[in-house]
């Protein structure tokens, strides 16, 4: 999925590139009158807030590598120990047994707030469904969840 934002990141860059290239490049910005100056003005302004979500769509995903990166370490650590794996199989088993794919990412979410995240990711990794797994990150990493497991000490990062 990293791939694919990526991707989606690159045609983001690409469209912002082509934009300044048409207005650097216009005839109109060449050869400025005074009628134009305001149209100059819009569209830097335009350009400004362009940057701006710009800048804030890369903070957030920063922000979701981090928490994920964060994740896939304390997967690891787990899969050496402390998560009992009779437990991750009793609570996949109960999942499986809900029919709504919604309603079973649903209830991962809730295993993670309530018990923890990590545990819950080994949960829905061994559903063996991509689909839901992913479902299940973009869950935990939306920023109401995130502050929920950041104030309970179960996720690492900023409010």
Avoid: C, W
Avoid at 80 to 95: A, H, L, N, R, V
């Amino acid at each position: 999925m990293p791939e694919q934002d990526n991707v989606s990141e690159d045609l983001h860059k690409q469209e912002i590139s082509d934009a300044l290239k048409k207005v650097v490049e216009s005839p109109e910005h060449s050869e400025a009158k005074p009628e134009d100056i305001g149209k100059s003005e819009q569209q830097q302004r335009e350009l400004h807030d362009i940057a701006q979500k710009n800048r804030e769509m890369i903070e957030k995903q920063e922000q979701q590598e981090q928490a994920s990166e964060h994740a896939q370490q304390k997967i690891e650590q787990q899969d050496k120990g402390d998560q009992s794996k009779e437990e991750i199989k009793k609570q996949t088993q109960e999942i499986m047994s809900i029919q709504d794919a919604d309603q079973q990412v649903e209830k991962i979410v809730e295993l993670a707030t309530r018990k923890d995240p990590y545990f819950a990711i080994k949960v829905a990794q061994k559903l063996d469904d991509n689909l839901i797994l992913d479902e299940v990150h973009d869950e935990l990493v939306e920023d109401k969840v995130r502050k929920v497991l950041i104030n309970k000490g179960l996720l690492k990062g900023d409010l």
